[in-house]
């Protein structure tokens, strides 16, 4: 069974904090890995993909992944309120992503 | 740019009747995929579709359920005989033809489907 596991929180920092996610997965195989952002009632938004071992950066967003630990996470600098949300966690390879259930994530102000 | 649209947003239908979820994927993309989400669940892969071609159908249930995406119009998800349990949230994704079946994934806006 292909599983990612996220702890789904809540997790809970002030405002201009870090926010540190993070999920793994059981499939050696999966080549892709991507965190989205979905808040309540609307769909997964992409905010980082990842396929090689070490860190990728874009703006307030760093993902990391370590594929001997079978372990990825999501490192969100100066967290507003607005990244109040649940992050998912998603991996596999040709198409069929394994998503985990998600962490929430509450920002306060 | 449009995004991946959905259509219906919402779809209500009595037990038994037939429900149909339509996509069309960003322009520029050939690859489709179909998610469903229940309540307080993850998001579970079932189909993944080229035009007039079935890539992956692992995750589809094996009775009442299928897709299609013809060469000319959008993906189909169809769910005939619906149940109760068939309630959920349906999400189409779309990648890039380049990126064959691991490119990033970008999702419509869902399809919330209420059997009564």
């Known amino acids: 069974q292909k599983e990612v596991e996220q702890n789904s929180g809540p997790l809970s920092v002030p405002e201009g904090a870090i926010a540190s996610l993070n999920c793994t997965y059981s499939d050696r195989g999966s080549q892709s890995f991507f965190w989205y952002r979905q808040y309540s009632g609307k769909s997964p938004e992409l905010i980082m993909s990842?396929?090689?071992?070490g860190d990728k950066e874009d703006g307030r967003f760093t993902a990391q992944l370590n594929k001997a630990s079978q372990y990825v996470s999501l490192l969100i600098r100066d967290s507003q309120p607005s990244d109040s949300a649940t992050y998912l966690c998603a991996g596999g390879s040709q198409g069929n992503l394994i998503f985990g259930k998600g962490t929430k994530l509450s920002v306060k102000p | 740019n449009a995004g991946v649209m959905q259509n219906p947003r919402h779809l209500v239908r009595r037990r038994g009747q037939e429900a149909r979820l339509r996509c069309s994927p960003m322009k520029g993309h050939s690859h489709v995929y179909w998610y469903r989400q229940l309540p307080e669940e993850g998001l579970k892969f079932m189909v993944y579709l080229q035009k007039e071609n079935i890539i992956d159908e692992s995750g589809m249930p094996k009775e009442r359920f299928s897709a299609e995406f013809p060469k000319e119009g959008p993906s189909i998800l169809r769910i005939q005989q619906v149940v109760r349990g068939d309630s959920a949230a349906y999400f189409c994704?779309?990648?890039?033809?380049?990126?064959?079946?691991?490119?990033?994934?970008?999702f419509g806006p869902g399809t919330r489907l209420t059997v009564l």
């Open positions: 990842i396929y090689s071992n």
């Open positions: 994704a779309s990648s890039p033809s380049f990126a064959g079946g691991s490119g990033e994934q970008f």
